[in-house]
């Protein structure tokens, strides 16, 4: 039985990053709640939970990569989300979707807040709108496609277009222009680009005030 109360599952499939989760006392983590899965080398492997397959079995998907997971292997729950820490603490650092620490630097404190990543939205009346753009200085999107101040921006395009560049610029205009903090999110990119995209921030002195969040490919980062 875990921490939380919850029994102890195994893992009973493993497709890719596609794990289904046995528990025989049909008690199952709710949807939404992060699991725990442990190999046999000692390591573990971050898990959410998607859908409730039966009484007894749940579909997950891994947070980390898979290599070394194999049937059977315990699968503990933590009665709750996945949780990431937040604030001061995390700037100019490098995490991973579950909060590891990605960037060979020193361990985050324990003391460091963390929220989960499935909250509710705040309420409309604690929301307000902006009308002042965020001027980036690359004059095809202040002109065809402006940002708002304290607003999101995505990229989409294939390989070799320039998204990075444009990420770096909008993340430089920020810091250099506004003062402010950028989060930055990427997931199934090449673990080369992560890699440049940290040292290019290092270089040019924002990283103090910018946030990486990896995805899978964290993994394949050697810094």
């Known amino acids: 039985m875990s921490a939380t109360g919850l029994n102890d599952g195994k893992v009973v499939a493993v497709r890719g990053a596609v794990v289904d989760l046995a528990f025989a006392s049909g008690v199952l983590p709710p949807i939404n709640d992060a699991v725990s899965l442990q190999t046999d080398n000692g390591g573990s492997v971050m898990a959410e939970v998607q859908a409730h397959l039966d009484g007894f079995t749940v579909r997950a998907i891994a947070l980390h990569a898979t290599t070394g997971l194999r049937r059977g292997d315990i699968a503990t729950p933590t009665g709750g989300p996945v949780t990431v820490p937040v604030g001061d603490a995390v700037l100019g650092r490098l995490i991973d979707v579950t909060g590891r620490v990605g960037d060979n630097g020193a361990a985050l404190a324990d003391d460091v807040p963390r929220r989960p990543i499935h909250r509710a939205p705040p309420p409309l009346s604690a929301r307000t709108g902006t009308s002042e753009l965020f001027a980036t200085g690359?004059?095809?999107?202040?002109?065809?496609?402006?940002?708002?101040?304290?607003?999101?921006?995505?990229?989409?395009?294939?390989?070799?277009?320039?998204?990075?560049v444009l990420v770096m610029e909008l993340i430089n205009a920020m810091v250099v222009s506004y003062q402010g903090i950028s989060v930055f999110a990427g997931v199934g990119e090449r673990s080369r680009e992560g890699h440049e995209m940290l040292l290019d921030m290092t270089r040019f002195g924002v990283l103090g005030h910018t946030v990486l969040v990896y995805g899978q490919m964290l993994s394949l980062i050697h810094i």
């Open 138 to 164: 690359i004059k095809v999107i202040d002109l065809l496609a402006p940002l708002a101040q304290g607003g999101k921006a995505a990229m989409f395009g294939g390989a070799g277009v320039g998204k990075t």
